[in-house]
């Protein structure tokens, strides 16, 4: 499994950790499991989810909320105490956002 993360997903009492080789899931707490990103340039997003933020694809916002769209295909929601964080750190809208703003 070790390959560059992609994200964290606390799952039960679990952590599913995401990479570009496969997912797994550990016994561990979430912020222990960030803690041992090895400095992985990412950020927390939701209370259960981290992201790496190379692997973040675009930023969609749909009826107040914002979902970011990952490498995988997966979709990861960032609750409103992690959204002025998650804008400012400048990640491109989807596609359907690019297309109505102009």
Same mark, same amino acid.
């Given at each position: 499994?070790?390959?560059?993360?992609?994200?964290?997903?606390?799952?039960?009492?679990?952590?599913?950790?995401?990479?570009?080789?496969?997912?797994?899931?550990?016994?561990?707490?979430?912020?222990?499991?960030?803690? =041992?990103?090895?400095?992985?340039?990412?950020?927390? $997003?939701? +209370?259960?989810?981290?992201?790496?933020? !190379? &692997?973040?694809?675009?930023?969609?916002?749909?009826?107040?909320?914002?979902?970011? =769209?990952?490498?995988?295909?997966?979709?990861?929601? $960032?609750? +409103?105490?992690?959204?002025?964080?998650? !804008? &400012?750190?400048?990640?491109?809208?989807?596609?359907?956002?690019?297309?109505?703003?102009?």
């Amino acid at each position: 499994m070790r390959a560059p993360l992609i994200r964290l997903a606390v799952n039960d009492h679990y952590v599913d950790v995401v990479t570009e080789a496969g997912q797994t899931s550990l016994l561990i707490r979430l912020a222990d499991a960030i803690a =041992e990103t090895e400095g992985a340039p990412g950020l927390q $997003v939701h +209370r259960s989810h981290w992201v790496a933020r !190379e &692997a973040v694809r675009a930023m969609r916002k749909e009826k107040g909320r914002v979902f970011l =769209e990952m490498s995988d295909g997966e979709e990861v929601p $960032v609750s +409103r105490t992690y959204q002025p964080r998650v !804008e &400012a750190a400048g990640f491109p809208p989807s596609g359907a956002e690019r297309m109505a703003a102009q």
